[in-house]
């Protein structure tokens, strides 16, 4: 009741880190679904398409998963972060589990996609290479290391750098 109150229209991270500060009672089953149906209806209400209404949608998303991580099982938390892969944190999340799981094929996959969908946010599209590179670490791809390092470093990164002398020192 709280979070819906007016006063956070326009603070969605007030009205989230209510929320959030909800879960640590959803070992109670009933308290549980009151939180999962009040987020759902908070995201439903979110109508309009624009960078903040997505991000708030985001956010209540991770609210959701975060439930799901404490209370489900490891594949049904996989499977929403698969229906919510659109999103960063999700797609993040997705292509760490993959690099853990030495899946490297799948993040690649995964980073190549994110780099298409958000060619607009350069910052985020240096995010999904930074976890390619580690996806060709991980397959001892020599090459696309060389090749990828070489555009990261031309993209101001500078870390790179002494990666890409080891590997043409080989």
Known sequence: TEARHARYHGWSDWRNSLLNACTYFCSNHKLRVNLDEEIQMMIDDLKEDNWST??????????????MEQFDSEEQVNEFI???IQFKEFREKAIVKQLQQSEY??????????EKKDIKYPGTVQKWKGYRYKAYVGLGDKEMQKELGKSLLLQD???YLHILKELYSL
């Open 82 to 84: 698969k229906k919510n």
């Open 105 to 114: 094929e799948k993040a690649i996959n995964l980073c190549l996609e994110g």
């Open 54 to 67: 997505n991000f708030e949608k985001e956010q209540l998303l991770l609210l959701q998963l975060k439930m």
């Open 157 to 159: 990164d500078f870390n």
